[in-house]
């Protein structure tokens, strides 16, 4: 396992990360991917799974893998692929390392705002599913994570994921309750993220990109040069 999580964290960071203990993390599936996800977000989990299924590459990067659901449901190209997975909660990487420990995965914690310690241009793909809304500085501050995640990827690599927004996406009145109710607690730091800021981070750092939505939720891919 790779430790490099910078000390002192961002407080906001900090704060978003405690979220994810054991016990919470025994029902994120449920909850989360089952129910938020479909009803709430109005992105069923489904819609992930096929992004992963037909973006996933041989030597993957998975970025907040959470529980692993999404690395172990994936049908990836080759039947001993190489995973590596990245995150700052020392237990989402424990549970998703064994959930998956049929891949005999890496582990790396690290703080995504800085340069990971990761090889350049050594991954086929890499994912961050769920992972921006809960990272504050808005689009001119969390962009730079598209850097470093863009210098892991080969030429032709794939960056590919998911994320709430906060504005310029329809919500009706339940989404928007529970946004809100999500950045009181501290849990979402997506405030004034739009479909429009993530294309024009993704365009400083990749050369083909797509970003389209789903309810209340971004669902992104771009191409490294």
């Not at 799974?49 to 990067?61: A, F, I, K």
């Not at 927004?165 to 009706?172: C, K, R, Y």
């Not at 365009?203 to 209340?216: C, D, L, N, T």
């Amino acid at each position: 396992m790779t430790d490099l999580a910078p000390e002192p964290l961002d407080p906001r960071i900090a704060h978003a990360q405690e979220v994810y203990t054991r016990g919470k993390l025994a029902i994120y599936d449920k909850w989360v991917l089952g129910l938020f996800c479909s009803a709430v977000w109005r992105c069923p989990a489904h819609v992930m799974r096929r992004l992963y299924d037909t973006s996933v590459g041989r030597r993957h990067l998975d970025i907040g893998p959470g529980t692993g659901y999404f690395v172990d449901k994936c049908r990836f190209p080759d039947p001993d692929p190489e995973i590596t997975l990245l995150d700052l909660n020392e237990e989402c990487l424990e549970m998703s390392a064994a959930r998956i420990s049929r891949y005999r995965p890496r582990t790396c914690r690290a703080n995504l705002l800085e340069p990971l310690p990761l090889p350049p241009q050594h991954f086929d793909s890499a994912a961050m599913n769920l992972v921006f809304h809960t990272i504050p500085g808005g689009w001119d501050g969390k962009g730079v994570i598209l850097k470093h995640v863009a210098q892991t990827l080969r030429p032709g690599g794939v960056l590919f994921g998911t994320t709430v927004l906060a504005e310029g996406v329809p919500m009706n009145r339940l989404t928007h309750k529970l946004l809100l109710e999500q950045h009181r607690r501290g849990n979402f730091q997506n405030q004034g993220d739009d479909p429009q800021g993530l294309e024009r981070q993704l365009a400083k750092y990749f050369p083909e990109y797509r970003v389209r939505i789903r309810g209340a939720v971004a669902v992104f891919r771009a191409t490294a040069g």
